[in-house]
């Protein structure tokens, strides 16, 4: 039996991984920050197989713990302060956790692993937010990097860390740069899921309008769940490697406005939506599109849920949700 550990277990991709590598056999180990994280019950309720270790991505003593008792095959650090538009409110913490987390998780896969680097395969989160200013459309994994916010920056950090490890140790870890992906789970603070869960409530009677930012910034979105196989597929290659992992399709947010409202039977939105110069980050990032074809030929990989049909799900569970609050 595989045994992995995952740091982020609680946020949208953590609880899909977990899923999947439990569907395929794993034992599965789950780092929490805190004693009182708010979310160890979301976890325990969604998969309650998972072993929870507490742990602190910007601690290397509690990482050392944490291998010590999981004894890792796998190591996926999905851990990171992960909300863009927070980064610029706090550079430092972002940097501290979103950065120099990933070279102590590193690290600590190194310490672990000893004389034997093809003991633990490692796996790293990397972000389309690394591109920030595109220099080529569509990105690829030999695109210049050029982040736009304190967030990608760090996520540069990380991500350059966890090649020089491969390059240096021999260690099995890759990257993935990994473009939008959303999901029902997804926070209420990530403008797509800020939009389902709006048109919801206004669909029910329970809010007018919604407040958003730019809404011709283009993005290249798909399913969470989709995303997870992908990392899995990383870790299961011979060599390690960085990937793109995109649709290859852009959408803007008036786009992701059209099918939220329609499912719901609203055709004309414009008087229930209100741009809020609060929103509006200090760089944009005016479009991101991913060019998949590297995971697809060489790991097999495609997406298999379209932009519209996950829009749908994502309004159809926040209906859902809103109504059961409201008693409904």
Known sequence: MKRALITGITGQDGLYLSELLLSKGYEVYGLIRGQNNPKVDLVRRTVPDVKLLTGDITDLASLLRAFGEAQPDEVYNLGAISFVAYSWENAK????????????????TRLHSGNDMSKVRFYQASSSEMFGKVQ????????????????????????????????????????????????????????????????????????????????????????????????????????????VVATGETHSIRELLDVAFKRV????????????????????????????????????????????????????????????????
């Open 136 to 243: 080529d459309v569509p990105q690829r994994e030999s695109t210049l990097l050029w982040p736009r916010s304190p967030y990608g920056v760090a996520k540069v950090y990380g991500h350059y860390m966890t090649i020089n490890y491969r390059e240096s140790y021999g260690m099995h870890a890759s990257s993935g740069i990994l473009f939008n992906h959303e999901s029902p789970r997804r926070g209420p603070e990530f403008v797509t899921r800020k939009v389902t869960q709006a048109v919801a409530r206004i669909s029910l009677g329970l809010q007018d309008t919604i407040a958003l930012g730019n809404l011709d910034a283009k993005r290249d979105w798909g399913f969470a769940g989709d995303y997870v196989d992908a990392m899995w597929r990383m870790l299961q290659q011979d060599e390690a490697d960085d990937y």
């Open 93 to 108: 913490l972002t940097s501290d956790v979103t950065g120099l987390g990933v070279l102590n998780v590193l690290e600590a």
């Open 265 to 328: 039977g609203i055709e004309e939105w414009e008087d229930k939506v209100f741009q809020d110069p609060r929103f509006f980050r200090p760089a944009e990032v005016d479009l991101l599109i991913g060019d998949p074809a590297k995971a697809r030929e060489q790991l097999g990989w495609t997406p298999k849920v379209g932009f519209e049909e996950l829009v749908t799900m994502m309004v159809d569970s926040d209906v859902a949700e809103q109504k059961k609050l409201a008693g409904r």
